[in-house]
């Protein structure tokens, strides 16, 4: 399936709630996407051509889900790619040693966690999520992955919102993105 499949299935299944959770705001709804078999195979498969080369074969060891939906998304593009899959939780979820990194939010802070033996030095990972807004819990992600030795090869998601500065965060990391929300952008993979 190509990126075209993908974002043709965000563009009919992503269900827009007006004033969710609060007024003034415009929540992206993908459950009818996961509910939708042909939706859902699209966007796993768009999602998982970030974790391949040019000619398409997976060039990652491992792919990392960040809590809550990158645990729907990672793990059937980790399948697809024929690679493992790492959660990385809110700090105190997992059950065993951690590694973890803390990070500003827009009031307060939060903390990620994973599994020190998650992810190994020398692996190639691809980071998935669903939305990509103001760019932390990725930022953070990236820290974490970077702390074990690893590479990040990209970041893949669903869908980003283009009037918040994602990119500043990530700087040079590729990002591939199905949908971008706001200010008149377009797709972009970079």
């Given at each position: 399936m190509s990126l075209d499949a993908a974002r043709?299935?965000?563009?009919?299944?992503?269900?827009?709630?007006?004033?969710?959770?609060?007024?003034?705001?415009v929540f992206k709804d993908i459950t009818p996407l996961l509910a939708?078999?042909?939706?859902?195979?699209?966007?796993?498969?768009?999602?998982?051509?970030?974790?391949?080369?040019?000619?398409?074969?997976?060039?990652?060891?491992?792919v990392v889900g960040m809590e809550a939906r990158g645990f729907i998304l990672g793990a059937p593009v980790a399948l697809a790619l024929g690679a493992g899959f790492v959660p990385?939780?809110?700090?105190g979820k997992l059950p065993r040693e951690t590694h973890?990194?803390?990070?500003?939010?827009?009031?307060?802070?939060?903390?990620?966690?994973?599994?020190?033996?998650?992810?190994?030095?020398g692996h190639r990972v691809l980071l998935v999520d669903d939305v990509l807004a103001t760019g932390g819990t990725a930022r953070a992600?990236?820290?974490?992955?970077?702390?074990?030795?690893?590479?990040?090869?990209?970041?893949?998601?669903?869908?980003d919102l283009a009037f918040l500065p994602w990119r500043e965060?990530?700087?040079?990391?590729?990002?591939t993105t199905?949908?971008?929300?706001?200010?008149?952008a377009p797709e972009t993979e970079s």
């Open positions: 043709e299935a965000l563009g009919r299944l992503v269900r827009d709630v007006p004033d969710y959770p609060e007024p003034g705001v939708d078999h042909d939706g859902l195979a699209a966007v796993v498969a768009g999602l998982a051509h970030a974790g391949r080369d040019a000619d398409g074969r997976p060039v990652v060891d491992v990385v939780r809110k700090a973890a990194v803390s990070y500003d939010l827009e009031y307060g802070s939060a903390t990620l966690e994973m599994h020190t033996d998650g992810v190994r030095a992600t990236v820290d974490l992955v970077e702390r074990c030795g690893a590479e990040v090869v990209g970041v893949a998601v669903l869908m965060a990530l700087g040079e990391v590729a990002v199905l949908m971008s929300v706001g200010a008149d």
